[in-house]
């Protein structure tokens, strides 16, 4: 059989929304479990409070994880703007590995680099100003000991705060910066980008004949299912559908 690597981000996991859970628990036992390595690349989450969340609904995901790296499935997660509290604690508890903001991997001898996808939306400076705020050690050591209830008073009252600030947003700004996308790429010497964030899934090829460059981006799960799934022969990006023909 030949070895995967598959690529999810954006699912945006809440107890809200059941459909999404099920094809994401039907992904993972179906799927992920035939695979070399899965990457999380952010926003699983609708929004993770805290590793201390031990609500069903919490508990139900992190057992899908544990179920997959205890068959031997590598698995990684790098945050989102959504899960940027996801810690040690969660890795511990399922056996993930977390990743840092930006990380090399190499995939079947070709290198990219791999990321959420926020970092690279450079003219959102509202966005980035509140992302140095809520990435603050100390601001984040405090509000994980902090008792639930209260954070999630908190978190409801930030999030319709900025709401409103988002709605004025045009979309431009709300996409990539190239001139961000290509100095990333040079920093780490690679030609292959994969990153979410942007729910504007496509493969993008830039850069010159000598230097051809690509960044995929992945998809959302609002309405369907979305993976790239990378091996040695290629790699695609493809739906996975809600509803199961039965
Ligand atoms: O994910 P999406 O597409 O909806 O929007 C993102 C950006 N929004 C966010 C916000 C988070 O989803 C909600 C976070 C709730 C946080 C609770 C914090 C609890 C404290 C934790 C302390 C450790 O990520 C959105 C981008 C969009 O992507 C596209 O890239 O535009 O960004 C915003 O809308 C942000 C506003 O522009 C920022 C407004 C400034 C408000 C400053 C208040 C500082 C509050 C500090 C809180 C402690
Ligand atoms: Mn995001």
Not at 142 to 165: A, G, Y
Request: contains cysteine; charged residues 25%.
């Amino acid at each position: 059989m030949t070895m995967t690597t598959l690529f999810i981000s954006d699912l945006h996991l809440s107890p809200s929304l059941p459909e999404i859970t099920d094809c994401f628990v039907r992904f993972m036992r179906d799927e992920a479990i035939h695979a070399d390595t899965l990457y999380v690349l952010g926003d699983l989450f609708d929004f993770w409070i805290g590793d201390d969340d031990r609500s069903e609904f919490a508990n139900q995901i992190r057992e899908e994880f544990k179920r997959l790296t205890s068959t031997g499935v590598d698995c990684y997660f790098t945050q989102g703007n959504r899960d940027f509290l996801i810690g040690k604690r969660f890795s511990a508890d399922t056996g993930v590995s977390l990743l840092g903001d930006e990380t090399v991997i190499d995939l079947y001898g070709k290198k990219a680099v791999i990321l959420h996808g926020d970092t690279l939306c450079t003219q959102d400076i509202q966005y980035l100003k509140f992302r140095d705020i809520v990435h603050k050690p100390w601001l984040q050591w405090l509000f994980n000991r902090i008792p639930m209830f209260i954070k999630k008073k908190i978190v409801k009252k930030v999030q319709t705060d900025i709401h409103s600030d988002k709605q004025h947003k045009p979309l431009e700004i709300m996409d990539v910066t190239q001139s961000e996308v290509e100095s990333v790429l040079d920093k780490y010497q690679v030609e292959l980008m994969i990153h979410g964030h942007t729910h504007r899934p496509n493969i993008h090829k830039f850069g010159t004949i000598e230097n051809q460059r690509t960044r995929i981006v992945l998809g959302d799960w609002y309405t369907q299912g979305s993976v790239l799934v990378f091996s040695k022969e290629g790699y695609a990006l493809e739906q996975r559908p809600f509803h199961q023909k039965s």
